[in-house]
């Protein structure tokens, strides 16, 4: 695994002489080079963060109110792990990251090895099967709300004409059964364009040498990918899943946008859920909570599939 | 050259600038409304601009379903405008928070001395009793009839809202519909508008209080007891029967099954202002119906978006001149009554013949005087009106009716204890 570190590490170790004047001049200069970008950090993402620990333990509204600010330590916490709502939620997201994985990295890595071929028009294609990432979500949204339409709209023609009229509409969107299902079919769509170029710049990693040395060792095309493609992929799979996961737990848009939240809580998240307390019922202490605890989550989530890739050797 | 061009065009655009500040009184109007509506607004502004010299109206639209929360932002950033559209049942919120100032010194007294009754109620903050919002019209729902299919089953059309369907006719008729040739949902309550909107406790609360319970007990202001008693557990129940039967248009299939071709939908439990697209479409063969009888009393909605001036404007004067100029505005008056708006001033209801006696939606006017209740006026209805959707989308797709309203009525009430009870309703007794 060695190997794939970057060399910067090693480079800034190379040799440390002792401080001499030019050397403080030169510290002064990465100093002020680094300050702006420290400085904004600190103020738009670190201090923010730690602020929102603090107005998750209290009683903070959205706007301005007449009743004082209060101090309430674990209350809003408390109160979201006692609102079924919240685990439904929970569980949505993960049934959401659940199917997600599977198809919108499948679908990005079997694009990406068809558009690593050498074939005509392959930039083209990569630009065409990109578009969808480029295109806002809202706007895909308006878009497969309509291809979703029931009884009428183009999906349920289209399944009722290849079917032969035995296949019954189905109410993508608006039945609790279908309903997340219809959201992972057009999340995946929209997004695998960002994981397959991650692919394709991947494959390109690994080096012409390792494919040469294969065939000359005998490999065929299905070994060669197992045992040179797949290993030369590993800490692109890692980067890639843990993007996805990561992404997948912070659904919103296409929730707010085509079902917000329901039909019976089925599409419910758990950002949706903090948006609504934050923003609906204008509580900012507890949807602040409920953002820390997301945070928590995902961190553990990171941390422990890091862990489990580590153990497979990656 | 082209450096000297540059900053000479700096310059004259920061004079400009400064001469404009100094002697042009510019007021923000934020509101809401559909592109024709947006348009309508904006003309207002350009004839006020027009007539007074020296004022500047910059019109701030925000989207309807998502206006309050853009509101919120506004405060946040400390940039309200001077003149808002607000949605009525959230005045009390408003007028608790301290964003609204008292209307009735900035509006002329015609427009004051014109106003409906349940104009001024719905502009009025029950704490201080003083008027804070005015509005050219007010709103309802009524229940509308395919005339066809009603005369196929036999159907009793009332004439007066003292007659109107019984709970038992109203679910004998919807049977009766369900098994017509040609109806496909024997009713549509408009789930199309979404599950995330003010339509559902602005349509479905007054069910409840027809069936004798409310939201929240508007003495004591405390959900619980009162949101999952019986009463409302039943009308719930009711509606969730309705759906289960399948006698419902379900929400993916749109808000026009009632006008579309070849009428799938038999009846509409819809707005006053669907009249005129359903009309438009159907003619002569629309029955206007007041909503049925579900208890021992009737009951239906009223308020609607009104005009308030806010506490931080610079120009308070030149907002009410502006809120009075574009209430009293022809142009204004004829775009809302094309939309067949709902009379909330006495002259815009004589010049609006549709709701006169004899006109096609006398009933809806009928209904302001005789069963309209308005959504609890009081500082929690945010809470209230959220939790309430939450409850009934979890009811219309299957979900236990008591244990929706009984989790609505405990975040209701959660809410109010977070807010010390808001006072001072809570020392109001």
Same mark, same amino acid.
């Given at each position: 695994?060695n190997?794939?570190?970057?060399p910067?590490p090693s480079?800034?170790?190379?040799?440390?002489?002792?401080?001499?004047?030019?050397?403080?001049?030169?510290?002064l200069?990465?100093?002020s080079?680094l300050?702006?970008?420290?400085?904004?950090?600190?103020?738009?993402?670190?201090?923010?963060?730690?602020l929102?620990f603090?107005?998750?333990?209290t009683?903070?509204?959205?706007?301005?109110r007449p009743?004082?600010?209060r101090?309430?330590?674990?209350?809003?916490?408390?109160?979201?792990?006692?609102?079924?709502l919240?685990?439904?939620?929970?569980?949505?997201v993960?049934r959401?990251?659940?199917?997600?994985?599977?198809?919108?990295?499948?679908?990005?890595?079997?694009?990406?090895?068809?558009l690593?071929?050498?074939?005509?028009?392959?930039?083209?294609?990569?630009?065409?099967?990109f578009?969808p990432?480029?295109?806002s979500m809202?706007?895909v949204?308006?878009?497969?709300?309509?291809?979703?339409?029931?009884?009428?709209?183009p999906?349920?023609?289209?399944?009722?004409?290849?079917?032969?009229?035995?296949?019954?509409?189905?109410?993508?969107?608006?039945?609790?059964?279908?309903?997340?299902?219809?959201?992972?079919?057009l999340?995946?769509?929209?997004a695998y364009?960002?994981?397959?170029?991650?692919?394709?710049a991947?494959?390109?990693?690994?080096?012409d040498?390792?494919?040469?040395?294969?065939?000359?060792d005998?490999?065929?095309?299905?070994?060669?990918?197992?045992?040179?493609?797949?290993?030369g992929?590993?800490p692109?799979?890692?980067?890639?899943?843990?993007?996805?996961t990561?992404?997948?737990?912070?659904?919103?848009?296409?929730?707010?946008?085509?079902?917000?939240?329901?039909?019976?809580?089925?599409?419910?998240?758990?950002?949706?859920?903090?948006?609504?307390?934050?923003?609906?019922?204008q509580?900012?202490?507890?949807?602040?909570?409920?953002?820390?605890?997301?945070?928590?989550?995902?961190?553990?989530?990171?941390?422990?599939?890091?862990?489990?890739?580590?153990?497979?050797?990656? | 050259?082209?450096n000297?061009?540059?900053?000479s065009?700096?310059?004259?655009?920061?004079?400009s600038?400064t001469?404009?500040?100094?002697?042009?009184?510019?007021?923000?109007?934020?509101?809401?409304?559909?592109?024709?509506?947006?348009?309508?607004?904006?003309?207002?502004a350009?004839?006020?601009?027009?007539e007074?010299?020296?004022v500047?109206?910059?019109?701030?639209?925000?989207?309807?379903?998502a206006?309050?929360?853009?509101?919120?932002?506004?405060?946040?950033?400390?940039?309200?405008?001077?003149?808002?559209?607000?949605d009525?049942?959230?005045?009390?919120? #408003?007028?608790?928070?301290? /964003? =609204?100032?008292p %209307?009735?010194?900035? +509006?002329?007294?015609? *427009?004051? !001395?014109?106003?409906t009754?349940s104009?001024?109620?719905?502009?009025?903050?029950?704490?201080?009793?003083?008027?804070y919002a005015i509005?050219?019209?007010d709103?309802?729902?009524v229940? #509308?009839?395919?005339?066809? /299919? =009603?005369?196929? %089953?036999?159907a009793r +059309?009332?004439?007066? *809202?003292? !007659?109107?369907?019984?709970?038992?006719?109203?679910e004998?008729?919807?049977?009766?519909?369900?098994?017509?040739d040609?109806?496909k949902?024997?009713i549509?309550?408009?789930?199309?508008y979404?599950?995330?909107?003010?339509?559902?406790?602005?349509a479905?609360?007054? +069910?409840?209080?027809?069936?004798?319970?409310?939201?929240?007990?508007?003495?004591?202001?405390?959900?619980?007891?009162?949101?999952?008693?019986?009463a409302?557990?039943?009308a719930?129940?009711?509606?969730?029967?309705?759906v289960?039967?399948?006698?419902v248009?379900?929400?993916?299939?749109?808000?026009?099954?009632?006008?579309?071709?070849n009428?799938?939908?038999?009846?509409?439990l819809?707005?006053?202002?669907?009249y005129a697209?359903?009309?438009?479409?159907?003619?002569?063969?629309?029955?206007?119906?007041?909503?049925?009888?579900?208890?021992?009393?009737?009951?239906?909605?009223?308020?609607t978006?009104?005009w308030?001036?806010?506490k931080?404007?610079?120009?308070?004067?030149?907002?009410?001149k502006?809120?009075?100029f574009m209430?009293?505005?022809?142009?204004?008056?004829?775009?809302?009554?094309s939309?067949?708006?709902?009379?909330?001033?006495?002259?815009?209801?004589?010049e609006?013949?549709?709701y006169?006696?004899?006109?096609?939606?006398?009933?809806?006017?009928?209904q302001?005087?005789?069963?309209?209740?308005?959504?609890?006026?009081y500082?929690?209805?945010?809470?209230?009106t959220?939790?309430?959707?939450q409850?009934?989308d979890e009811?219309?797709?299957?979900?236990?009716?008591?244990?929706?309203?009984?989790?609505?009525?405990?975040k209701?009430d959660e809410?109010?204890?977070d807010?010390?009870?808001?006072?001072?309703?809570?020392?109001?007794?």
């Amino acid at each position: 695994m060695n190997m794939q570190q970057s060399p910067v590490p090693s480079l800034a170790k190379q040799k440390r002489p002792a401080r001499s004047k030019s050397d403080r001049g030169r510290l002064l200069q990465e100093a002020s080079m680094l300050a702006p970008a420290v400085l904004l950090l600190t103020l738009f993402l670190i201090v923010p963060f730690f602020l929102s620990f603090w107005t998750a333990m209290t009683n903070q509204p959205l706007v301005p109110r007449p009743t004082p600010l209060r101090f309430i330590w674990f209350t809003n916490f408390v109160r979201i792990f006692h609102d079924d709502l919240f685990w439904t939620a929970l569980w949505n997201v993960s049934r959401f990251t659940f199917w997600i994985l599977p198809v919108q990295c499948g679908l990005a890595f079997a694009t990406a090895l068809l558009l690593h071929q050498k074939m005509p028009f392959r930039n083209l294609l990569r630009g065409m099967f990109f578009l969808p990432a480029i295109t806002s979500m809202v706007v895909v949204c308006v878009i497969w709300g309509t291809l979703f339409q029931y009884p009428t709209g183009p999906f349920n023609q289209i399944l009722g004409f290849v079917s032969g009229g035995y296949i019954q509409p189905i109410d993508w969107l608006g039945d609790p059964e279908w309903a997340m299902f219809s959201i992972v079919l057009l999340s995946a769509w929209q997004a695998y364009g960002f994981q397959m170029i991650v692919y394709l710049a991947g494959l390109q990693g690994i080096p012409d040498e390792l494919y040469d040395a294969a065939r000359i060792d005998g490999a065929n095309a299905v070994q060669r990918f197992w045992h040179v493609t797949m290993p030369g992929l590993r800490p692109t799979h890692v980067f890639v899943l843990l993007i996805t996961t990561i992404q997948a737990f912070k659904l919103y848009t296409q929730v707010a946008i085509l079902t917000q939240g329901g039909p019976k809580s089925s599409t419910e998240t758990v950002v949706h859920y903090m948006v609504r307390a934050g923003f609906e019922e204008q509580k900012m202490g507890y949807a602040s909570a409920v953002s820390v605890i997301l945070f928590v989550i995902v961190l553990i989530i990171a941390l422990v599939q890091r862990q489990l890739l580590r153990r497979f050797d990656v | 050259m082209g450096n000297r061009l540059l900053s000479s065009l700096i310059l004259t655009a920061a004079m400009s600038a400064t001469a404009q500040a100094a002697d042009t009184k510019v007021i923000h109007v934020m509101h809401q409304g559909d592109p024709a509506g947006v348009a309508a607004i904006g003309a207002v502004a350009k004839a006020f601009e027009a007539e007074n010299p020296g004022v500047d109206v910059e019109t701030i639209y925000a989207p309807h379903d998502a206006y309050n929360e853009k509101f919120s932002a506004a405060v946040m950033a400390n940039q309200l405008p001077d003149v808002m559209e607000l949605d009525a049942p959230f005045l009390a919120n #408003y007028v608790w928070s301290g /964003y =609204l100032q008292p %209307i009735k010194p900035l +509006i002329d007294k015609d *427009v004051l !001395d014109d106003m409906t009754n349940s104009n001024i109620v719905q502009g009025t903050y029950p704490v201080d009793k003083d008027l804070y919002a005015i509005g050219l019209t007010d709103s309802t729902v009524v229940l #509308y009839g395919n005339r066809k /299919y =009603l005369e196929e %089953i036999g159907a009793r +059309i009332p004439t007066s *809202v003292d !007659d109107a369907w019984t709970r038992e006719e109203f679910e004998g008729y919807l049977e009766k519909l369900s098994k017509l040739d040609g109806v496909k949902w024997p009713i549509d309550t408009f789930r199309g508008y979404g599950i995330k909107t003010e339509w559902i406790t602005y349509a479905y609360g007054p +069910i409840l209080q027809s069936s004798g319970c409310d939201l929240i007990d508007r003495t004591t202001w405390k959900s619980a007891g009162t949101l999952d008693a019986d009463a409302c557990v039943e009308a719930l129940t009711m509606m969730q029967t309705w759906v289960k039967n399948g006698w419902v248009v379900p929400q993916s299939a749109g808000t026009n099954q009632f006008y579309a071709e070849n009428n799938p939908a038999a009846l509409a439990l819809g707005g006053h202002w669907f009249y005129a697209e359903a009309a438009a479409a159907m003619k002569d063969d629309i029955v206007v119906m007041p909503l049925p009888k579900f208890g021992a009393k009737g009951a239906s909605p009223n308020g609607t978006w009104i005009w308030a001036v806010t506490k931080t404007s610079e120009h308070p004067d030149v907002a009410g001149k502006f809120v009075s100029f574009m209430l009293k505005d022809k142009e204004y008056r004829t775009f809302i009554a094309s939309k067949s708006g709902y009379p909330g001033l006495k002259s815009f209801a004589a010049e609006s013949p549709l709701y006169a006696a004899g006109g096609a939606m006398a009933i809806a006017y009928e209904q302001a005087s005789k069963t309209a209740i308005a959504r609890p006026p009081y500082p929690a209805y945010p809470t209230i009106t959220s939790a309430f959707m939450q409850a009934v989308d979890e009811a219309f797709n299957g979900g236990d009716p008591k244990a929706a309203l009984t989790a609505a009525a405990e975040k209701i009430d959660e809410d109010i204890e977070d807010n010390d009870g808001y006072p001072p309703f809570g020392d109001q007794q």
